[in-house]
């Protein structure tokens, strides 16, 4: 009985090598494909490391409001039509007004917000786009009437990440000469914060109609015979417009 248990024990031994292998390897393996990972080279290009997304961001206007003035000043009344021409031609979403209350500003709030309803209304904007909410007046800073709206905007960074050392170092890394994380972020936020259109950085505008007169002005002298260079008044002759030297300073 003893020699039966003896024989199968041996039996199992390069059975239980053989596991004991596989698993070293396995272990071996998987460490290797963790160390490369760690040492895979971050993008090269600064536009994949710091890509410039278009978000939806918030507009906003703030105007000021006096204890013993109502209305707007020039001033505001300018900004108020800057925001309004800016919504008409920007504008994700709808405009929300936000209103003081409960301090001792409601009597001008009240005024300074028929007047910016005037200009939203002089400057085609529905009124079913202006949506008003009020807010509990700041008891020590002042109040003030906010004009929101949503937008498209251009967003790059954060930047000032760091995450490896930029100093002398022997491992592999810091001997291929790859650009720091960093770099190139401040350019692309830059250039995000910028921008005019944040569509143009997707894909370019529609192109406008060619100016068809003068085109077939020169099409119709091309096929006179003639010149089809435009002429101007004080042209000298020369390519140059004609001109009198000044005589201030003499």
């Known amino acids: 009985m003893s020699q039966t248990l003896s024989t199968t024990a041996r039996s199992r031994v390069p059975a239980l090598l053989r596991v004991v292998a596989i698993g070293s390897l396995a272990a071996t393996l998987a460490g290797c494909y963790s160390q490369h990972q760690a040492q895979a080279p971050y993008p090269l290009d600064y536009r994949q490391r710091h890509p410039i997304a278009l ?6 206007v703030e105007v000021f409001l006096g204890q013993n003035r109502g209305g707007l000043t020039p001033a505001q009344r300018a900004d108020v039509l800057a925001f309004a021409q800016s919504w008409k031609r920007d504008a ?4 929300l007004i ?6 001792r500003t409601d009597r001008a709030a009240q005024d300074s917000l028929r007047e910016i309803h005037s200009i939203f209304a002089a400057s085609g904007i529905p009124g079913g786009g ?11 800073s002042l109040a003030s009437i906010k004009l929101n709206y949503s937008r498209l ?17 022997d ?4 001997m291929q000469n790859y650009p720091y994380w960093n770099l190139g972020c401040a350019s692309q936020r830059n ?3 910028m921008v005019d259109n944040p569509a143009d950085l997707v894909q370019p505008r529609g192109e406008a109609p060619a100016m068809a007169g003068r085109r077939a002005v020169m099409l119709d002298k ?4 003639e010149n089809p260079t435009a002429s101007y008044p004080n042209d000298s002759g020369n390519g140059y417009a004609a001109g009198k030297i000044s005589e201030v300073g003499k």
């Open 153 to 169: 905007m251009a967003k790059a960074g954060p930047c000032g990440r760091w995450p490896d050392d930029l100093g002398p170092s």
């Open 191 to 193: 250039l995000a914060a």
């Open 130 to 140: 202006v949506r008003v909410r009020s807010y509990q007046a700041p008891g020590g």
């Open 55 to 60: 978000v939806n961001g918030n507009q906003t």
């Open 222 to 225: 091309y096929r006179k015979g």
């Open 98 to 103: 936000d209103v003081p209350k409960g301090g």
């Open 171 to 174: 491992t592999p890394d810091h």
């Open 92 to 95: 994700t979403s709808g405009i």
